[in-house]
């Protein structure tokens, strides 16, 4: 039985916080298990004057970290899934999917009004293009702005009043303990949530059979067939930072409630599908829902 595990993550608060919560998660499921951190810092968390779209995309966050993996360095990678793009580095493997935290975007305003209530023309920061066009849909008349950081900066950049308005996970903010932060929690029919948003991937190497029979513990089975269901329609899609893309699923009782969108680089033909399928019954059969799903939007 594996004893000691290296567990790599990047060096944000938020990064920090959900992958101290996961191993602590991890001690109460197995007493006696060692666990250190290697904290990477990734291409994505340097290169900040830009948009990810114009760099390369999600999986900026995530290249070093899986370095470390294959290189032996690391045992276990936390992740926020939604930076883990649909093909993994050859070699690797997710081996657990916790429970999710809340899926939802949060809205974020300097004088605490709600979207309908904000002033013609306000500033709202996001780099998200997915948020940015469903925005569109609901306040056309909003001026979007590039933001990237982390949470702090951007809660800072809207305190100094270089925006309005910002748009982050409520996810983050609930690891961090900025929940009350929140000024208008925004609904999957208001802004479809990003593939896997609030779900953690634990990334380790394949076949690693050991560090696989230690996460197993912590997988929701739920989550997992969520997510992997989303992660199908963004497969399907050849889904990207430079494609606006969203997915969610939710379980009604024994069936999956699966919703996708998908538009193109600058905005436009946004489509929006969604599928009521029988709960699957193993992440192959819940990736297939999000398969057939994203080739409907790509057919539409």
Not at 8 to 32: E, I, N, V, Y
Not at 151 to 171: F, H, N, W
Not at 195 to 200: F, H, P
Request: aromatic residues 2%; negative net charge.
């Amino acid at each position: 039985m594996t004893t000691q595990l290296t567990v790599a993550t990047r060096k944000s608060a938020l990064a920090l916080a959900q992958t101290r919560a996961f191993m602590q998660r991890l001690r109460d499921a197995h007493p006696g298990l060692e666990l250190e951190e290697l904290h990477i810092v990734t291409t994505g968390d340097r290169v900040q004057d830009r948009a990810l779209s114009e760099i390369g995309g999600k999986g900026l966050f995530i290249k070093e970290i899986e370095e470390a993996l294959l290189d032996g360095r690391a045992d276990v990678a936390v992740h926020s899934i939604k930076d883990v793009p649909a093909e993994l580095a050859p070699g690797l493997a997710l081996g657990c999917i916790p429970s999710r935290e809340d899926a939802r975007d949060v809205l974020i305003t300097r004088d605490n009004k709600p979207l309908s209530e904000l002033a013609q023309g306000a500033r709202l920061g996001t780099s998200s293009l997915r948020r940015r066009v469903q925005l569109a849909l609901l306040r056309p008349d909003l001026e979007v702005l590039p933001m990237r950081g982390n949470v702090d900066t951007r809660l800072r950049k809207l305190s100094e009043g270089q925006v309005d308005a910002i748009i982050l996970a409520q996810a983050g903010l609930v690891r961090l303990s900025l929940a009350d932060r929140g000024t208008q929690l925004l609904e999957p029919e208001q802004c479809l949530p990003a593939v896997g948003q609030g779900a953690l991937g634990i990334e380790i190497r394949d076949g690693d059979a050991a560090t696989l029979s230690i996460l197993q513990k912590l997988e929701d089975v739920e989550t997992a067939r969520r997510v992997r269901a989303e992660r199908g329609v963004m497969r399907a899609v050849d889904g990207s930072c430079q494609m606006p893309v969203a997915a969610y699923a939710l379980r009604e009782g024994e069936v999956m409630f699966l919703r996708g969108l998908l538009a193109e680089p600058d905005g436009t033909r946004l489509r929006t599908q969604e599928v009521r399928a029988p709960w699957p019954k193993s992440a192959e059969d819940a990736e297939r829902i999000g398969l057939e799903l994203g080739a409907l939007l790509k057919q539409a």
